[in-house]
């Protein structure tokens, strides 16, 4: 189970496992504005709100395929 860290944020890796994702799918989808992350230290460590995921779950889940597939071809 993941386990949250002192402030309540989850890292990428825990998403990754909660939404059943590879970690750079979590990453990608961060940067596309589809999962709300924020950066904390100096190395801009991604770390990510318990509720804004379960609201991304309750939504649709996960991007479907045309969702996705538009996206990799805009960058």
């Known amino acids: 189970m993941a386990r949250r ?3 309540g944020l989850l ?3 825990q998403v990754a496992r909660l939404l059943n ?3 750079n799918t ?3 989808w961060n940067d596309r504005g589809i999962l709300k992350a924020y950066r904390i230290g100096p190395r801009g460590d ?3 709100n318990k ?3 379960d609201m991304f779950l309750a ?3 996960q991007p479907d395929n045309e969702t996705e597939a538009a996206l ?4």
């Open 5 to 7: 860290n002192g402030n």
């Open 11 to 13: 890292t990428a890796r």
């Open 21 to 23: 994702v590879h970690v």
């Open 26 to 28: 979590v990453r990608r």
């Open 46 to 48: 991604r770390r990510f």
């Open 51 to 53: 509720a804004d995921i």
């Open 59 to 61: 939504g649709n889940g």
């Open 72 to 75: 990799v071809l805009v960058s």
